[in-house]
Each structure stands twice: as structure tokens, then as C-alpha cells.
């Protein structure tokens, strides 16, 4: 029988090798899960902010024609409420006169709703300038 000099054992991995390896593992699946949640997050924000902008386009338009053609705005245009795919949207307006030039008017807008935990808000700001007919 012949024993080999270099000292043929049987290698296997050791307890702390797995747990190391395990551990490592799990930081890594933690990290791909929650870039995950994040990006249906970012989606979910995209795809709300694609349905809702084309409606606080036409409002910000409706305001700015008021003011330009009446000197007013509605009562109508200064608060909303718009529900789409069982979400909240609140609209809220305001317009004040700007200081030095009379007849212009500054338009805040801001649409708001929740995404998941999250407010998300839309602000949008416009000028209307006012023209007396002769």
C-alpha cells in the first residue's frame, strides 16, 4: 500500500463557508426584490401622471381663457375632484393679480392623489393677462 505525499484528503465546504455564501445570497435577493418594488412604483407614478396630464392641461387652458376673456374664473375651475381606476385625484386652483401690471394674473395649479404610502403632487404655474375690449 502506497500513502501519497501530498496528502489527498476529502475537501468539503465548512459551516461558516455556507453560512457566509447564504448570507451573501440573501443581501442579494433583499436588494433585487426591493429594486423591483421600486421600479412598479416609478411605474405606477409613470402611468398615473400619463393619464391625469392631459386633464390638468385642458383645466390650466380653461383657467387661462377665463381670465383672458372675463376677468374672472369659475367657481368650478377652482376646486375639482377626478376619480380614474378607483383613485382620488384632487384639483385645486388659485389666481391672484400680479404687483406693477394690472389685468395679469398669476394661475397656481396642483393636482395631488396618493400612490401607495406616498402624496404624490403635480404643480403647475401659468400667466393670464386680461384684455378690455373698446
Not at 380614474?84 to 393636482?111: A, C, H, M, Q
Request: with cysteine.
Amino acid at each position: 500500500m502506497m500513502i501519497s505525499k501530498t496528502g489527498n484528503k476529502n475537501r468539503a465546504f465548512t459551516l461558516i463557508e455556507v453560512m457566509f455564501t447564504t448570507v451573501i445570497f440573501s443581501l442579494a435577493t433583499v436588494l433585487i426584490y426591493e429594486t423591483y418594488f421600486r421600479s412598479l412604483d416609478l411605474l405606477n407614478y409613470c402611468n398615473d401622471y400619463f393619464k391625469v396630464v392631459s386633464w390638468v392641461d385642458d383645466k390650466m387652458w380653461q383657467a387661462q381663457n377665463e381670465l383672458t376673456r372675463f376677468n374672472t374664473m369659475s367657481k368650478a375651475l377652482k376646486d375639482d375632484v377626478l376619480n380614474l381606476d378607483n383613485k382620488r385625484f384632487t384639483w385645486k386652483l388659485s389666481y391672484s393679480e400680479t404687483g406693477g401690471v394690472p389685468y395679469l394674473y398669476r394661475i397656481d395649479s396642483t393636482l395631488s392623489w396618493s400612490e401607495g404610502r406616498k402624496n404624490v403632487a403635480i404643480s403647475r404655474m401659468a400667466y393670464a393677462v386680461y384684455e378690455e375690449e373698446e
